[in-house]
């Protein structure tokens, strides 16, 4: 019996063979170099042809690849055709906690997003963390969610598509009135005796937690005991003012009550931030919401690593891909 093609292997290859370029390709696909000559290996092992003759310096179409190339567009074109006309269904976009900020990357994409296109349904969805977004869009249950893609496991990774987007500083909400409120940024060896809520224990958030762990592990700090996680800005505003211990969120986040944010320094760190989706999904709001984190991010500079600051190799592992 004759093997199914996934459209994604198929526009891998058109991909390469309109760039002769894996990393030029990959980048225009928004996915990993990597991912992209995984699955050009694939394509080739189904079909049983060589369809590029590859050196270190160049890639070129073998004979197989260009008689491929036109029966492959043509494929492609009629899959759109096929899918465009089910694209009226909505884009269901995770935001994590229903919390807005001023410089939340998630809620500017969706704002942009939905600008973008006026007539498109987006319709965003509450999961807490990346964690349980995951979960959802594995059940397709969920198309698009955004968190810290290196503290997923493999296996879910291996399921799922990232795209970097960017590096967020790290902060902590205070209760105003908290020894550390004061100062305008706290440095990370002023934390010494106060123990930091990373909302340990939180299954909605272990990508999160992780990175609190790593964080508080490398500066010789201890971790505050696990709490049951609010959810929402006045149950935030109550759970701080209960347990008053630092709780680490990202630069940019909400105002809540009775609370401050004061940035991490000394040094500054960071979370990377990705957008994760199925692969294969295509849908004119997910071009949106990547098209709004280019038009943003490059300006910006949200993938530009300030000198000296932290961020777990796993992390910095995916900006070199």
């Known amino acids: 019996m004759p093997q199914d093609l996934h459209p994604r292997l198929l526009r891998g290859f058109?991909?390469?063979?309109e760039t002769l370029h894996f990393g030029r390709a990959a980048a225009r696909l928004h996915v990993a170099q990597?991912?992209?000559?995984?699955?050009?290996?694939?394509?080739?092992?189904?079909?049983?042809?060589v369809l590029?003759?590859?050196t270190t310096r160049s890639v070129q179409?073998?004979?197989?690849?260009?008689?491929?190339?036109p029966q492959v567009r043509r494929l492609l074109a009629l899959h759109d055709e096929i899918v465009s006309s089910t694209r009226t269904r909505p884009l269901l976009v995770d935001l994590g906690n229903e919390v807005d900020g001023s410089d939340l990357t998630q809620y500017r994409l969706l704002a942009a997003a939905r600008a973008a296109l006026p007539d498109a349904e987006l319709l965003a969805r509450f999961h807490g963390g990346l964690a349980a977004a995951a979960d959802e869009l594995l059940a397709h249950r969920l198309d698009v969610s955004f968190g810290r893609w290196a503290g997923l496991p493999a296996p879910v990774q291996a399921q799922l598509v990232q795209v970097p987007l960017r590096l967020e500083p790290v902060a902590v909400f205070?209760?105003?009135?908290?020894?550390?409120?004061?100062?305008?940024?706290?440095?990370?060896a002023a934390l010494a005796g106060h123990p930091v809520d990373v909302l340990v224990g939180n299954p909605a958030t272990t990508e999160w937690a992780g990175l609190g762990l790593a964080l508080l592990q490398a500066h010789g700090l201890r971790a505050a005991d696990g709490h049951a996680p609010p959810v929402g800005a006045a149950e935030l505003a109550r759970y701080l003012a209960r347990h008053r211990e630092p709780v680490l969120t990202t630069v940019g986040g909400p105002d809540i009550p009775g609370t401050v944010t004061r940035p991490l320094v000394d040094p500054v760190p960071l979370c990377l931030v990705s957008l994760v989706h199925r692969p294969g999904?295509?849908?004119?709001g997910l071009t949106a919401l990547l098209a709004a984190a280019a038009r943003l991010g490059g300006p910006e500079g949200w993938l530009r690593r300030p000198p000296g600051s932290w961020l777990p190799d796993e992390d910095a592992a995916l900006l070199s891909r």
């Open 14 to 17: 058109v991909a390469t063979a």
């Open 34 to 49: 990597q991912a992209l000559s995984r699955d050009v290996r694939a394509l080739e092992q189904q079909l049983g042809e």
């Open 52 to 54: 590029f003759h590859r």
């Open 61 to 69: 179409l073998s004979p197989a690849g260009e008689a491929l190339l």
């Open 174 to 188: 205070l209760p105003e009135d908290h020894p550390l409120a004061g100062r305008p940024a706290v440095p990370m």
């Open 281 to 284: 999904l295509r849908h004119p």
